[in-house]
Nanobody
Framework: QVQLVESGGGLVQAGGSLKLSCAAS????????????MGWYRQAPGKERELVAT???????DYADSVKARFTISGDFVKSTVYLHMNSLKPEDTAVYYC?????????????????WGQGTQVSVSS
């Protein structure tokens, strides 16, 4: 079973920076995976989960308007890892940040795509 393990959350003052990391690992014996895309979503208390940034295997990125020019997503898909560099953090960035991955699995001649979520990491920005 594939797992996404996040790290790097914490408490920071407004204007500060944090870097989140997420690594995908594991699969059932005899199965391999490659990455179609990885990304970050966040959910603040009382709000719905929203997209923060995504990165495809082709190098395309997408950002929420609220984080453009402040956050940067990068990744090393050979290592099955994605990062989120967050600068100029604001109190409204406070949320649980979730890693997401769309993986293409292969076992013998069979291929399928599946979507996975990490457990989430808390980011808190104080004013």
């Amino acid at each position: 079973q594939v797992q996404l393990v996040e790290s790097g959350g914490g408490l920071v003052q407004a204007g500060g920076s944090l870097k989140l990391s997420c690594a995908a690992s594991g699969d059932t014996p005899g199965t391999t995976f490659t990455i179609n895309a990885m990304g970050w979503y966040r959910q603040a208390p009382g709000k719905e989960r929203e997209l923060v940034a995504t990165l495809t295997s082709g190098g395309s990125t997408d950002y929420a308007d609220s984080v453009k020019a402040r956050f940067t997503i990068s990744g090393d898909f050979v290592k099955s890892t994605v990062y989120l560099h967050m600068n100029s953090l604001k109190p409204e960035d406070t949320a649980v940040y979730y890693c997401n991955a769309e993986l293409r699995h292969r076992r013998n001649y069979y291929m399928w795509t599946a979507n996975y979520w990490g457990q989430g990491t808390q980011v808190s920005v104080s004013s």
